[in-house]
């Protein structure tokens, strides 16, 4: 069974950064496609970024495209979400994700799996 643990949220003001973690187990990490995905309150999830297994493709939601940068260490088994120039509409749950679908499909289509417990960021004016 997947177990993913996120880290690294925060408050900041806007115009700071956060770097987010995601320690996965219980699956063969480097075989999966990665995402992360966040939540504001009274609000859907959505999704935020992708990562293939190999490292050599990302996709972004068109909000965050240029102050976001999704990595992965598979050797690590961690999932990273560089976070910069934050604004207040970033104030979110943010949770980490692993499928087996292409991350080309993560915006559209949510991937099947478990979730992991969410970090808070919170960013102020």
């Known amino acids: 069974q997947v177990r993913l643990v996120e880290s690294g949220g925060g408050s900041v003001q806007a115009g700071g950064s956060l770097r987010l973690s995601c320690a996965a187990s219980?699956?063969?990490?480097?075989?999966?496609?990665m995402g992360w995905f966040r939540q504001a309150p009274g609000k859907e999830r959505d999704f935020v970024a992708a990562?293939?297994?190999?490292?050599?493709?990302?996709y972004y939601t068109d909000s965050v495209k240029g102050r976001f940068t999704i990595s992965r260490d598979n050797a690590k088994n961690t999932l990273y979400l560089q976070m910069n120039n934050l604004k207040p509409e970033d104030t979110a749950v943010y949770y980490c994700?692993?499928?087996?679908?292409?991350?080309?499909?993560?915006?559209?289509?949510?991937?099947?799996?478990?979730w992991g417990q969410g970090t808070q960021v919170t960013v102020s004016s």
């Open positions: 990562i293939h297994w190999s490292g050599g493709s990302t």
């Open positions: 994700k692993m499928g087996s679908t292409p991350p080309t499909t993560w915006a559209t289509k949510e991937p099947f799996g478990s």
């Open positions: 219980g699956r063969t990490f480097s075989s999966y496609t």
